[in-house]
């Protein structure tokens, strides 16, 4: 990792919101999960002083053969009084699901914008398909692809913006597997590239574990990766922090 991904996280290692992805703790009765988590680390020094504050919400609903997942982030820091984050994101997606298949159809609204990655507003939308590897109440695994129309305001220099519209391939891999019902590995990982340009494309990784200490509260470590290489900015945080959350 080239070393100016790290000077945009002061600190390297922050408390920052990480939730799980979840699959099997729905039921005939059980449609809704809510995750909510807000952290920070502030570190002061006789030479100075920095902080970052984040913020997530997520919040599910699972039916018979559909399931809309909605989720919020907001990272904000400061170092020596310099701005290095103000990162905001948003998404909608739905998975249509056929009985008794393992392949199913998804669609994805998703708006971001991120200083740290030098994008002042992009808005994602689009369609594709996935299929369930291995689905149990311990043991998934998942790919999905499908096309997205991208509008987007990036920062290329200071002076500079570069305002995009483009097609995107979106190809996903997720997985998530319980251990004794204590321990949970989990991971999310995009590669995103632009259709018209070999050049362009995204990477978005988040994987964590995490310890279950009660039946709504998870200690989780969690690695973050980003690459936007349109503006040439990539971000990295190494994350502990507290997840609670409920099913009702």
Known sequence: MKAKTLKLFPGFILVMFSSITTYSQFSDSVHHYVNFASSGIINTTNTGNSYVLTNGLKFNISKKNIRLNSGTSWIYGEQQKTLTNNDFGSTVDFDIFKIGSKLYYWGLAAYDKSYSLKINNRLQSGLGVAYNVIDTTTKF????????????????????????????????????????????????????????????????????????????????????????????????????????????
């Open 141 to 248: 695994l998942n790919f999905s692809d499908g096309i997205l129309y991208e509008n987007s305001n990036l920062k290329i220099t200071d002076s500079t913006n570069s305002y995009n519209s483009l097609f995107r391939n979106s190809f996903r891999l997720r997985y998530r597997f319980v251990i004794k019902n204590i321990i949970i590995f989990d991971g999310t990982n995009f590669f995103q590239n632009s259709l018209s340009d070999g050049n362009d494309y995204i990477i978005r990784s988040v994987n964590s574990v995490s310890v279950k200490l009660r039946k709504w509260l998870n200690l989780t470590a969690a690695a973050n990766y980003n690459r936007n290489q349109d503006t040439k900015s990539e971000t990295l945080l190494i994350t502990f922090g507290l997840t609670a959350e409920k099913y009702f």
